[in-house]
């Protein structure tokens, strides 16, 4: 028996027969080719089929975890485009006569490297990346692409790591559980498997050679541990432990039609994070009081052009109508950082994290604003939408804001076109919008705080960059001191502020929001339930 200690990245228990998943050696010999152009036709034709397979990993992704889990293939097929990846491959093609998967491979160890030694934590990002990629166009050169993850009975699985791809193509169903040697909570993979459900542990110091497939193990992402070759008492409760859970998520399905009430009366709005259309079938599953944020920028992803008018009008519009009336909160686009649209040309920053992004993009290209201001203003009318306004550092914004949604109703005036004026709010995510809240809440309807990036601001730590995820802490008191702030002068001003950041969806700080007077919080469309049964057990 060896029981080791882990990064616990979905909660959840497992017990079963684990599969190791040993991943084929992406180095390729190099060999002597005398038909340049067919070599490089090749490569072209590799391109062509990864970017198919990336488009399907992509609607798999969305349709699994989620429009913003599955925006990482998007990246895929932008550097699949990218002259700065594949002209090295060709260029070494030609000059060298070699052939085409050592050219890759041998392209793929240079930009990973030199991504990996730059200080931006973003850049660094791209390493991992164009590996993935990169290995996955090596696996199509040399004839084994694909079905690698494809096991014939539900198995626990045991890697030293998984990239994006790999874990988008794995079968739910024959998945119980996923353990890593290496991986942060925070990378790409453990999102997706976050969002599909799987009970996951990273960063286990486990040999791979000392395991084999077959053996018995018990995986508790509850204690962060994973046990190999338990014996009957370990089992015997690992059966407990997923009783247990069943029970507990019957219990939460007899929550739904309750009322978000403390045991002294107190009520809570709770309402649901979307990133598409495709996701409000879950939000009226969960019982949500309505969707607290809608991440528009979804509509800007996986495209070669901006979206017209009419097609945003039409998903706002079918978004409200499908919640009847429930209130819909859309986040005008939200662009830039790690979210990028090939189209915008927005150009590589240093610290883009802090650069043209959000509000920023939209105040200095107002046609595109202007364009989604009028879809959104245009489909209230067919429910109860709110619009929410990203990255806020200033009441210039906010006054700039309100002269553009000027202009567009005027226009729509001028148009005979029916619209009605939604309810605005701004996204309380950076310390300067806090520590202004007094004069923001003059302005507007509500806020919504952005735990996210409200911590990594507030800490001045990435929350992407892995070598710091243990200092980025949302229960950081200075984080905390500026949220309760923030629901103070709201109240005082006699506006409403929920909390929409992942940190609404922590239960151990459930308690604490409500009793700074938060008014709601908006999780993923899974933790609603979590979020009203304790709600319903705490009195304040």
């Known amino acids: 028996m060896m029981q080791y200690p882990g990064r616990s990245v979905y909660k959840g228990i497992a017990l079963g027969r684990i599969e190791v998943y040993r991943k084929h050696d992406d180095q390729v010999s190099r060999k002597k080719i005398s038909d340049v152009d067919a070599e490089i036709g090749k490569v072209r034709m590799a391109v062509i089929q990864a970017r198919g397979q990336m ?57 990973s490297e030199m991504f990996a030694q730059m200080d931006d934590p973003h850049m660094r990002a791209r390493a991992a990346d164009i590996e993935d990629i990169a290995n996955v166009l090596i696996r199509i050169l040399e004839g084994r692409a694909g079905g690698e993850l494809s096991p014939r009975t539900p198995v626990i699985l045991v890697a030293d790591d998984l990239s994006p791809s790999e874990t988008v193509q794995m079968d739910r169903e024959k998945v119980l559980a996923l353990v890593t040697v290496h991986g942060s909570a925070n990378s790409h993979t453990s999102i997706l498997a976050r969002m599909m459900g799987i009970p996951a542990l990273v960063q286990v110091p486990v040999d791979l050679e000392e395991i084999h497939t077959g053996m018995l193990a018990v995986v508790d992402g509850l204690e962060g541990t994973v046990v190999f070759g338990p014996d009957e008492k370990i089992c015997e409760r690992a059966k407990e432990k997923i009783k247990e859970e069943q029970e507990r998520t019957q219990l939460l399905g007899s929550l739904k039609g309750k009322e978000n009430v403390t045991l002294d009366g107190k009520k809570i709005h709770i309402y649901a994070n979307i990133g598409s259309l495709s996701d409000v079938g879950a939000v009226l599953d969960s019982d949500a009081g309505g969707i607290g944020l809608f991440r528009s920028e979804s509509l800007y992803l996986g495209r070669d052009t901006f979206p017209t008018e009419e097609e945003q009008f039409q998903v706002y519009k079918k978004v409200a109508q499908a919640m009847g009336g429930k209130k819909v909160i859309i986040r005008t686009l939200d662009l830039g950082a790690d979210k990028q649209a090939d189209y915008l040309d927005l150009g590589k920053e240093a610290n883009p994290a802090m650069g043209y992004r959000a509000i920023r993009i939209c105040l200095k290209q107002p046609d595109i604003f202007k364009t989604q201001l009028r879809a959104l203003c245009r489909a209230a009318v067919y429910g109860n939408i709110s619009v929410l306004y990203p990255m806020i550092i200033s009441a210039g914004e906010v006054r700039q804001i309100q002269r553009i949604l000027k202009e567009v109703q005027e226009g729509l005036d001028k148009a005979g076109i029916p619209y009605k004026d939604p309810e605005q709010g701004i996204m309380i995510e950076t310390p300067a919008a806090a520590m202004i809240s007094d004069r923001l809440a003059e302005m507007v309807d509500f806020f919504s705080i952005g735990t996210n990036d409200l911590t990594q601001y507030t800490l001045a730590i990435d929350r992407q960059n892995e070598r710091l995820e243990d200092l980025y802490d949302p229960h950081h008191e200075a984080v905390l001191r500026m949220i309760r702030m923030v629901v103070e002068n709201a109240h005082e001003h006699g506006i409403w502020v929920d909390i929409c950041g992942e940190a609404g969806a922590d239960l151990a700080l459930t308690e604490r929001f409500i009793r700074m007077g938060v008014d709601g919080l908006s999780v993923a469309p899974s933790m609603v339930l979590e979020i009203r049964r304790a709600v319903r057990g705490m009195k304040i």
Not at 72 to 85: H, S
Request: aromatic share 8%; net charge negative.
């Open 55 to 111: 488009q399907r990993s992509y609607e798999t992704a969305r349709k699994e975890a989620g429009e913003e889990s599955a925006a990482v293939f998007n990246v895929y097929q932008l550097i699949l485009e990218d002259e700065g990846f594949l002209d090295p491959v060709l260029d070494m093609i030609r000059t060298q006569k070699v052939n085409a998967g050592y050219a890759v491979a041998v392209t793929r160890d240079k930009l």
